[in-house]
């Protein structure tokens, strides 16, 4: 089955700085890249997806980028401000969801 | 769209007891897959249903067990409950099964289960 791991496992940024976080997949078949936030007490919520046929993908500050061949994915987030802290899953899709270990992001004012 | 909805949302058994965990789909989502979540851990797959058929099971005792009704509904069965079960078991509803499961998962709020 597919294998998914995350790093770093916990990250901390001034506001205002980039934060980066990696994924890298075992399968090849893998072929859709969701990556989710989720907050102090909350549900998982999706932020951002890539398809496989798509090399990068941008929603305002966030960013996605996938290197199939390497097999690796990352997610960018610029600009970041204090509600930006929380923990980032990513994810990739094989006969089922595969979810990275989780990287707990905080951004210091 | 009405989210997904989980049942309850917390809950507190004694060891050796078991328990029931209900989880509603969005309206159309026929996949449900149920995550076990503890502090410090990452999502931990218990198991996925599709039109009321078992499609994936992660690594988890006999003790864990589900299904999924005729309208997408599922539930979570945990059977002689043990201290090391306290955690949050989150649900998420897609539309299909893994590479099919485009748009992702929907997560619920979860359920918080105390074992004491």
């Known amino acids: 089955g597919e294998n998914v791991e995350q790093h770093p496992s916990t990250l901390s940024v001034q506001e205002g700085d980039s934060a980066v976080i990696k994924c890298t997949y075992s399968?090849?078949?893998?072929?859709?890249f969701p990556w989710y936030k989720q907050e102090l007490g909350k549900r998982p919520q999706l932020i951002i997806d890539?398809?496989?046929?798509?090399g990068e993908k941008k929603d305002q500050r966030i960013a996605v980028t996938l290197n199939k061949t390497a097999k690796h994915f990352s997610l960018h987030i610029t600009e970041t401000q204090p509600e930006d802290s929380a923990v980032y899953f990513c994810?990739?899709?094989?006969?089922?969801?595969?979810f990275g270990t989780g990287t707990s992001l905080t951004v210091i004012p | 769209k009405a989210g997904v909805t989980q049942t309850p949302r917390y809950l507190i058994k004694t060891r050796g007891q078991q328990v029931t965990l209900s989880c509603s789909p969005i309206?159309?989502?026929?996949?449900v897959s149920w995550y076990q979540q503890t502090p410090g851990q990452g999502l931990q797959f218990l198991f996925e249903y599709f039109s009321e058929t078992q499609r994936n099971k992660g690594n988890f005792p006999g003790r864990f067990s589900g299904r999924q009704f005729s309208n997408s509904r599922s539930e979570m069965n945990v059977s002689t409950l043990e201290l090391g079960d306290s955690a949050l078991y989150l649900c998420a509803s897609s539309l299909g099964t893994g590479r099919a499961a485009i748009g992702g998962y929907t997560f619920g709020s979860g359920t918080r289960l105390t074992v004491v």
């Open positions: 890539i398809r496989s046929n798509v």
């Open positions: 309206s159309g989502h026929r996949s």
């Open positions: 399968d090849s078949a893998s072929n859709y």
């Open positions: 994810a990739a899709t094989g006969n089922q969801f595969y």
